[in-house]
């Protein structure tokens, strides 16, 4: 097979694999993944002339580029790095062949653009959406504010920490309900009484008054 057309169904491979990640569930990237890496291996381990090292440099660097900013942001700025050791695995893919240096650069190009104009925007998407059983479990759910609601600040509900805020201003100690989870914050209401455990209720001025720290102590007993 002409090695610019392996290097492609390679490409292609990892790509849709990589994509298959970010948007899990569908089948038909991941069936397409799969077929486009068992052609892409299939034509290399026909080919005597393929350099396994940077086949599998090539990978890593897609690999790398793509996943690092989905799992750490502040891995970012390496990904870059990801981009070089694609262009690098191209070039010497094959012992006796050459891939077209424009091609890779091309297709460097467009891993550039795919993640940032396709993989972002979906992984954006997904994080701005809330998930049907998330929300089904917070509605309803009760919980302290952390941060004063002014009307935005901190709350701690089921023993997690979210930004929330309010339609009346809420001090730190403050028992609330969750109305709604918008995105990634939460809507939320002071808590009825029936809600307030009593000892908060009967302390919750003096945590209020108290320092964050000493105040996020004292509900941490109670709760």
């Not at 090292?53 to 989905?70: E, I, Q």
């Not at 339609?167 to 730190?172: A, I, M, R």
């Amino acid at each position: 097979m002409d090695p610019n057309v392996t290097y492609l169904l390679l490409l292609l491979g990892l790509w849709a694999s990589v994509f298959g990640l970010y948007v899990p569930g569908t089948g038909v990237v991941e069936a397409l993944a799969a077929l486009a890496m068992i052609g892409a291996l299939l034509a290399l381990a026909a080919n005597p002339a393929t350099n396994w090292l940077f086949v599998v440099l090539l990978g890593v660097g897609v690999l790398g580029y793509m996943l690092l900013p989905l799992y750490r942001r502040e891995w970012a700025r390496w990904a870059l790095l990801g981009l070089v050791l694609q262009a690098v695995g191209g070039l010497f893919l094959f012992t006796d062949m050459l891939v077209s240096p424009v091609l890779i650069a091309l297709t460097a190009a467009l891993s550039f653009g795919f993640y940032q104009l396709v993989l972002l925007p979906f992984h954006r998407k997904q994080l701005s959406q809330p998930t049907v059983g998330e929300d089904e479990t917070l509605e309803g759910s009760h919980g302290y504010v952390v941060k004063p609601l002014e009307p935005v600040g901190t709350v701690n509900v089921n023993s997690e920490l979210w930004t929330a805020y309010s339609n009346e201003p809420l001090p730190s100690g403050t028992y609330v309900e969750v109305v709604s989870k918008e995105g990634l914050r939460l809507f939320v209401v002071r808590a009825k009484p029936k809600h307030v455990p009593p000892m908060a209720a009967e302390s919750a001025d003096k945590l209020s008054s108290e320092p964050p720290l000493k105040a996020l102590r004292r509900e941490d007993d109670l709760l």
